[in-house]
């Protein structure tokens, strides 16, 4: 028996998720096209799309780089357009399988998070 798999978006993720929502309506009754915030949307509920298919889809975070604040034993990163990520970690049982997006950020928030410097 395959496991259901839920993606659920919360805290910083489900924020940024929002606004996003909000933004591309906004740009979509101005009759705006494939503006980035719109490229960022899609490619979010691409990446969520695959991460149901295969929990184990993003780039796993080493332990010692996992940041306190998310409080996860496990980390995941996606990439998504324009440089942005996306981070997730993975609960569940013998039935269902749980993969919650804690973040979605762009590329200078994830490298200040990460200490990772400029080149």
Known sequence: MKRMVRVVLIDE???EFKRLNEIVGQQAREGKANTEE???LKSIKTKIEFIRANPFY???VP???IPAEYGSQN????ELCNYWRMLYTIKGDLIEVFCFVL???DHEK???KFGY???
Do not use: T
């Open 13 to 15: 993720a489900d924020s």
């Open 38 to 40: 719109m490229q960022l």
């Open 58 to 60: 993003g780039d796993n």
């Open 63 to 65: 332990k010692d780089r």
């Open 75 to 78: 980390l995941w990163h996606v």
């Open 103 to 105: 973040d979605i950020l």
């Open 110 to 112: 994830y490298n200040k």
């Open 117 to 119: 410097k400029k080149r």
